[in-house]
């Protein structure tokens, strides 16, 4: 079951010549309208992938993401370790390998990977390119970069390797946007965007938690 929120980004524009600049689609105050609501998004989406989600036929049981799709921080950052391990999890849950696996983590895990003495220079070749957007990819999981993932009690980084039918988001309302003249505020500009989003954890043996050290 998904619990849908509403998401709303409205900025007022007084300058003249600013507000003509908003007849261009891509000028700075529709990316950055847009690119709000796409945090957002990526918010809603980690949130649900290692938070409690509602399951049963009507939603009604809460279901925590168990401790053995947990992978513990080991007084260390992102590891190949870690990824082989998490690359076991779901292997061993007969997650289909043709189904798309990802991996979300912060800049710092990157650098741990390129810091990582035991990494054979194969693997330090391939994390290079990884780091320089050559190749998106390492052990079987697309990579991504974000800088939206939260923190563990123990201020480890919560990093996130899922297949991608394991966490589902829903849009209840398309994210839509008005610029309109507002007479309440002096007749500025106001260029508004709304969405209405949800998401939620499919199966908890598709969603593992790497905890790293930062």
């Given at each position: 079951?998904?619990?849908?929120?509403?998401?709303?980004?409205?900025?007022?524009?007084?300058?003249?010549?600013?507000?003509?600049?908003?007849?261009?689609?891509?000028?700075?105050?529709?990316?950055?309208?847009?690119?709000?609501?796409?945090?957002?998004?990526?918010?809603?989406?980690?949130?649900?992938?290692?938070?409690?989600?509602?399951?049963?036929?009507?939603?009604s049981t809460s279901t925590a993401l168990p401790a053995g799709q947990k992978?513990?921080?080991?007084?260390?950052?992102?590891?190949?370790?870690?990824?082989?391990?998490?690359?076991?999890?779901?292997?061993?849950?007969?997650v289909d390998p043709s189904i798309p696996r990802f991996i979300v983590v912060s800049p710092k895990q990157i650098s741990d990977l390129l810091n990582n003495t035991t990494v054979t220079s194969s693997d330090f070749n391939t994390v290079k390119a990884l780091a320089q957007g050559e190749i998106n990819s390492f052990v079987g999981f697309q990579f991504i970069v974000s800088n939206r993932l939260n923190t563990d009690s123990n201020s480890d980084r919560q990093v996130i390797a899922f297949a991608s039918d394991g966490i589902k988001l829903a849009v209840g309302k398309e994210p839509a946007a008005r610029i309109d003249e507002r007479a309440d505020k002096s007749y500025s500009t106001q260029v508004?965007?709304?969405?209405?989003?949800?998401?939620?954890r499919m199966e908890e043996e598709k969603v593992v938690e790497i905890a790293c050290n930062e």
């Amino acid at each position: 079951m998904v619990t849908m929120s509403d998401y709303e980004y409205a900025d007022l524009i007084d300058d003249q010549d600013k507000v003509r600049l908003l007849v261009d689609p891509t000028s700075t105050y529709s990316r950055a309208a847009a690119a709000a609501m796409g945090r957002a998004m990526d918010d809603v989406v980690i949130t649900a992938a290692l938070g409690t989600s509602n399951t049963g036929k009507d939603g009604s049981t809460s279901t925590a993401l168990p401790a053995g799709q947990k992978i513990a921080h080991g007084s260390a950052g992102l590891t190949i370790a870690k990824l082989v391990s998490a690359k076991e999890l779901l292997d061993a849950a007969s997650v289909d390998p043709s189904i798309p696996r990802f991996i979300v983590v912060s800049p710092k895990q990157i650098s741990d990977l390129l810091n990582n003495t035991t990494v054979t220079s194969s693997d330090f070749n391939t994390v290079k390119a990884l780091a320089q957007g050559e190749i998106n990819s390492f052990v079987g999981f697309q990579f991504i970069v974000s800088n939206r993932l939260n923190t563990d009690s123990n201020s480890d980084r919560q990093v996130i390797a899922f297949a991608s039918d394991g966490i589902k988001l829903a849009v209840g309302k398309e994210p839509a946007a008005r610029i309109d003249e507002r007479a309440d505020k002096s007749y500025s500009t106001q260029v508004y965007y709304c969405q209405s989003i949800g998401a939620t954890r499919m199966e908890e043996e598709k969603v593992v938690e790497i905890a790293c050290n930062e």
